[in-house]
């Protein structure tokens, strides 16, 4: 068997025999592969706090659902599970790569700081760098200090001190050692690590140097060891997200896909909310944040349970105010994902109309748009890449308008393409 081998699978894509062509490709058998297959799915649960596991099977057959990513079946033994957005399309590995990078740090595009300049480039290093930049530079009134006991030298006598060293000292001064509230501390080696580590892959120059200038701007300090997920202290809770950030650039997140870094924590995740965040994202750069309002609870009416009444509320992904000749309209945007992706549907749901409707008398809002990525088939690649959007359907019921539109998302992590994602959803509200 060579060093290892990686496999790959599509999700909800027709069962295969999968545990059969490990057993061709490798040294393990076919009952071995379909155990590590089946442990497989089984951490998948676990990780991802399913409640069931996300691998079904019929007649040896195997089939991934709702889950992407790359998993280590066994020692030289990778799988790498596609969405069914991306298949098997040449970049599918960067396009994944871009879309749970942005899914894990939400804020690489949800920050108004960034508005302008992921609108002017969107490769994956330069978002990441200026990110890191802006949420630097804006909790910097508060430094991210700890309590330390540093060893120094001076003559004169301020920390604690071996009586034995005040007969002779050295050409610095007394050895002694000094509690100090310092910026020399674990958390901020992470981020000075991260940030000079990812300046020379930034394309962008004035990126680049910016963090440059963040590295020198922190104390000098070996990159730790180990890079562990740590909760920083209560007083210095604002950094937690710059910290969280400057972890996963030095596990992998910094560049571009590499497979040996593809381990990275948040690239196993489920598929439909890497849609819900992607299309949550692109409505907020693509219009300005003030008419996108996300995740807002509406209330239905009331429920009530042992006596006790309580409020139903409904919340759809996202109310989007759009300015016209006459003034605006209102319009709630919901991201939908398994059915559509699942059955390769061309109509809605009874169930997507029944909830169109509820999140329609609540909000008195009459208008809905369904938003759904289109899937790798058998159509010409211009109707899957990223700047396609079409409405493939439309219903209406008691007054409300519901359309059904999909995108195209190969190709995304190319130059400007979450710019066109980002236009394309505009366009098509």
């Not at 890079?227 to 571009?256: M, N, V």
């Not at 919340?315 to 939908?336: E, F, L, M, Q, W």
Request: hydrophobic share 40%; proline share 6%; aromatic share 6%.
């Amino acid at each position: 068997m060579r060093p290892w081998q990686r496999f790959t699978a599509v999700e909800y894509a027709k069962p295969s025999a999968l545990h059969e062509e490990i057993a061709k490709r490798s040294v393990v058998s076919a009952s071995t592969a379909r155990e590590l297959l089946l442990r497989a799915g089984d951490r998948l649960r676990g990780l991802l706090g399913l409640e069931s596991v996300p691998l079904s099977i019929n007649a040896d057959r195997y089939q991934f659902q709702n889950v992407a990513g790359l998993l280590v079946l066994a020692s030289g033994l990778e799988l790498e599970i596609a969405p069914k957005f991306l298949g098997n399309a040449p970049g599918w590995r960067e396009d994944f790569f871009l879309l749970a990078t942005l899914s894990h740090h939400g804020r690489l595009l949800d920050n108004e700081g960034l508005k302008s300049s992921a609108r002017a480039t969107s490769d994956l290093a330069t978002l990441i760098g200026r990110s890191l930049i802006e949420m630097y530079w804006k909790n910097q009134r508060r430094p991210l200090r700890t309590y330390r006991r540093l060893s120094h030298s001076e003559f004169a006598i301020e920390g604690d001190f071996d009586p034995e060293d005040l007969s002779v000292p050295t050409e610095e001064g007394f050895p002694q050692s000094v509690t100090s509230f310092t910026r020399e501390n674990p958390y901020n080696a992470v981020v000075r690590a991260a940030a000079a580590g990812l300046a020379p892959i930034v394309p962008d120059v004035e990126t680049r140097v910016r963090l440059e200038r963040l590295a020198q701007h922190l104390p000098h300090q070996q990159r730790p060891s180990r890079l562990q997920d740590r909760r920083l202290p209560s007083r210095s809770r604002a950094w937690q997200p710059t910290f969280d950030l400057s972890l996963d650039i030095l596990r992998g997140l910094g560049g571009a896909y590499d497979p040996k870094n593809a381990l990275a924590p948040g690239y196993v995740m489920q598929t439909w909310q890497v849609w819900e965040q992607l299309v949550s994202l692109s409505l907020r750069n693509a219009l300005l944040p003030k008419n996108v309002l996300l995740q807002s609870p509406n209330r239905l009416g009331t429920r009530t349970q042992d006596g006790a009444v309580r409020v139903l509320n409904v919340v759809p992904d996202a109310i989007v105010t759009i300015p016209n000749a006459t003034g605006s309209r209102r319009v709630i945007v919901d991201a939908k994902y398994k059915g559509h992706v699942a059955r390769s549907s061309t109509s809605i749901s009874n169930a997507d109309i029944y909830e169109s409707l509820a999140f329609s008398r609540a909000t008195g809002i009459s208008e809905v748009v369904l938003v759904y990525p289109r899937t790798v088939d058998d159509a010409p690649s211009s109707h899957y890449e990223v700047g396609h959007a079409a409405e493939f359907a439309r219903a209406v019921a008691d007054g409300v308008l519901i359309r059904a539109v999909e995108l195209g998302v190969c190709r995304i992590s190319e130059r400007r393409g979450l710019k066109r994602f980002a236009d394309a959803l505009a366009k098509s509200l």
